[in-house]
C-alpha cells in the first residue's frame, strides 16, 4: 500500500464548478502537507502548504487537513479553463533534512472546459 | 532568471549505454534534489543533496548515481541504462532550514528520457 493515495481521475468538469481533489495518507508522522500544480510537459509548482490540521484559503484555493482521519484536500471554486493541470497532493515529516523530502500522490488530471 | 535548469531535455539511449542529466540552479539554494515521475506512481524521490560534495540515497536510488561538486550543480548518472528507466525526471532545489518549511521545492521542466 502506498503511503499516500490520490485518486488519479481524470476529471472533467465545466467552467464555474467546484472541485474537490483528495488525498489520503498511512504515515501518521506527516506533518506538512503541500498541493503542487503541473501543467502539460512542465514541473510542479507549489500551489498551498497547510502545517497540521485545519484549513487555508487563498484566493479561489482552499486546503483542508484532517489529521485524525489522514485526509487532506484542495477544492476549487469557480474554475477555469486555466486550472487545467495535474494536482499533486504532497506532504513530510517534522523538520532537518527532511525539508525537501516529500512523499507525493499519483497525481489527478483536471480537465475544465469552457 | 532561469531557476532550476535541465540538460538535456529528451534522450533516447539503447540499453546497457550510460549518461548523465545535469541540473543548475542560479537561486543559491542549498538542498537539491532528483526525482522521477511515472504515471500511476507520482514523483519518487532517487537521490538529494544538503549541500557541496554531500549526496544522499532516496526512495528509489538503485541504478543511479549523483555528484554535488558544485553548489549549483546536481548531476544524475546512469551507468548502464535499463528500460525500467524510462521516466521522466526532474530536478528541483528548496532553502534549507525554516526559510524551507513550507516544503516549496522549485522544479526544473523535465528530462525526458527513454531506454530502449
Known amino acids: 500500500q502506498k503511503e499516500v493515495e490520490q485518486d488519479p481521475g481524470p476529471l472533467s468538469v465545466p467552467e464555474g464548478a467546484i472541485v474537490s481533489l483528495n488525498c489520503t495518507y498511512s504515515?501518521?508522522?506527516?506533518?506538512?502537507f503541500m498541493w503542487y500544480r503541473q501543467y502539460s510537459r512542465k514541473g510542479p509548482e507549489l500551489l498551498m502548504y497547510?502545517?497540521?490540521?485545519g484549513n487555508k484559503e487563498d484566493g479561489r484555493f482552499t486546503a483542508q487537513v484532517d489529521k485524525s482521519s489522514k485526509y487532506i484536500s484542495l477544492f476549487i471554486r469557480d474554475s477555469q479553463p486555466s486550472d487545467s493541470a495535474t494536482y499533486l497532493c504532497?506532504?513530510?515529516?517534522?523538520?532537518?533534512?527532511?525539508?525537501?523530502?516529500?512523499?507525493f500522490g499519483q497525481g489527478t488530471i483536471l480537465t475544465v472546459h469552457p | 532568471n532561469a531557476g532550476v535548469t535541465q540538460t538535456p531535455k529528451f534522450r533516447v539511449l539503447k540499453t546497457g549505454q550510460s549518461m548523465t542529466l545535469l541540473c543548475a540552479q542560479d537561486?543559491?539554494?542549498?538542498?537539491m534534489y532528483w526525482y522521477r515521475q511515472d504515471p500511476g506512481m507520482g514523483l519518487r524521490l532517487i537521490h538529494y543533496?544538503?549541500?557541496?560534495?554531500?549526496?544522499a540515497k532516496g526512495e528509489v536510488p538503485d541504478g543511479y548515481n549523483v555528484s554535488r561538486l558544485k553548489k549549483q550543480n546536481f548531476l544524475l548518472g546512469l551507468e548502464s541504462a535499463a528500460p525500467s528507466q524510462t521516466s521522466v525526471y526532474f530536478c528541483?532545489?528548496?532553502?534549507?532550514?525554516?526559510?524551507?518549511?513550507?516544503?516549496?521545492?522549485?522544479f526544473g521542466e523535465g528530462s525526458r528520457l527513454t531506454v530502449l
Open positions: 528541483a532545489s528548496s532553502y534549507p532550514g525554516l526559510a524551507g518549511e513550507s516544503g516549496e521545492l522549485f
Open positions: 504515515n501518521s508522522a506527516f506533518q506538512y
Open positions: 497547510t502545517y497540521s490540521s
Open positions: 504532497a506532504m513530510r515529516g517534522p523538520g532537518g533534512t527532511s525539508y525537501g523530502k516529500l512523499t
Open positions: 537561486m543559491n539554494h542549498e538542498y
Open positions: 543533496s544538503v549541500g557541496e560534495g554531500t549526496t
